[in-house]
């Protein structure tokens, strides 16, 4: 189970991910950037590259009972992570290139493992954890809605789903001794 920085570190470890995967030699030499971006920072974009933005955090519904790591804890909040990958660019094919490679890159490596969720973030996965991302899909009226809010003009961008991060928690659930004997005093009413 993942500590509560789980969130942050899968954000960034997508940017790792591209940044390993790039090579110069793509695109005539052209060296992008890969950040993890909040809502301000598109108010100044990069010039060339691929950002990454959380725009929701929700719990899974499906997994909400999973058993605790240990008995003496909580259940682990199970949540899924929506991404948005946006491609910044001069021109138009750049962005379409950049954002074609960004998706195949995710599409040949959709599983990651905690060492490399780790690299970034150490210690917040445990070692037998992994995160899926997967494509997901986003109506024209969701894309207008979160490009209505965000400052910047509708950008180029792919939505993603990062599947299942389960946040453990801290507490410690009391446990008192087990119960051995009933002793039920009986009294009859005045």
């Known amino acids: ?25 793509l695109l005539g030499g052209l060296e992008p950037e890969f950040d993890v971006y909040h809502g301000k920072n598109f108010d100044t974009p990069m010039s060339t590259g ?8 929700t ?14 804890h909580r259940r682990p909040l199970p949540v899924r992570m929506s991404l948005l990958l946006t491609a910044w660019a001069k021109d138009a094919s750049t962005e ?11 599409a040949d490596s959709p599983i990651l493992s905690a060492g490399f969720l780790n690299a970034t973030m150490p210690g917040v996965f445990r070692p037998d954890e992994t995160v899926e991302l997967a494509p997901t899909e986003l109506t024209n009226d969701e894309v207008f809605q979160l490009w209505q809010v965000l400052p910047s003009s509708l950008q180029l961008s792919a939505a993603y789903v990062a599947r ?3 946040l453990e928690s801290d507490l410690v659930v009391p446990t008192g001794a087990p119960v051995v004997e009933r002793d039920l005093d009986l009294a009859a009413l005045p």
């Open 1 to 25: 189970m993942a500590t509560f920085q789980a969130i942050g570190a899968v954000a960034e470890a997508i940017t790792t991910l591209f940044q390993h995967a790039w090579e110069p030699a």
């Open 50 to 57: 691929i950002s990454v933005f959380v725009y929701q955090v």
């Open 59 to 72: 719990v899974d519904q499906v997994q909400r009972t999973l058993p605790p790591p240990d008995k003496n």
């Open 96 to 106: 379409h290139a950049l954002l074609g490679w960004g998706m195949r890159t995710i």
């Open 164 to 166: 299942v991060l389960c």
